[in-house]
């Protein structure tokens, strides 16, 4: 689930005017015929119950359950507002998800190019290896980490 590796989250719900997320998935009236059919289903008898897929670029990415307290149809004019906010939802939650991949690949490329940039202004061998022992130890703290160069891996060749 994209969204579940995004930020943790399993679902949302809704009861009266209480709303809480969720990190377990709960059982949804519907879940699984409407994602065997990719079509939202309406049942009623005591209270009329909506599940619809939430659907991005054709794929149901989840679904969405609406129980009223009372036995009615909904038109096709609320039905598609109802399919217009799932469907505008489905897309933020993706921009979402792409914006903290952006900004994580920034942030990991960012602190590439600042070692990158502390190792190649230094000129004596030994500072360059104490300097990218030191880095790598800030950006991984709690490991060991060495370097050991192979024989004659100087960048010298062997004479003729």
Request: proline share 3%; aromatic share 2%.
């Amino acid at each position: 689930n994209k969204l579940s590796s995004l930020e943790k989250i399993a679902g949302i719900q809704r009861k009266g005017l209480k709303t809480s997320l969720y990190a377990d998935p709960v059982e949804i009236p519907g879940e699984i015929e409407v994602r065997q059919i990719g079509q939202a289903i309406q049942e009623s008898d005591v209270n009329t119950r909506i599940t619809l897929p939430v659907k991005l670029r054709g794929e149901i990415m989840g679904v969405l359950h609406v129980k009223m307290d009372s036995q009615r149809t909904l038109t096709s004019d609320q039905m598609d507002v109802l399919n217009a906010i799932v469907e505008r939802a489905a897309l933020a939650i993706e921009n979402a998800r792409l914006l903290t991949e952006a900004q994580s690949l920034a942030s990991k490329e960012r602190t590439i190019g600042d070692i990158s940039a502390r190792i190649g202004n230094l000129v004596n061998i030994e500072n360059i290896l104490q300097t990218t022992l030191l880095e790598l130890g800030n950006t991984m703290p709690n490991t060991d980490i060495a370097i050991q160069f192979t024989p004659d891996s100087s960048g010298e060749k062997g004479s003729s």
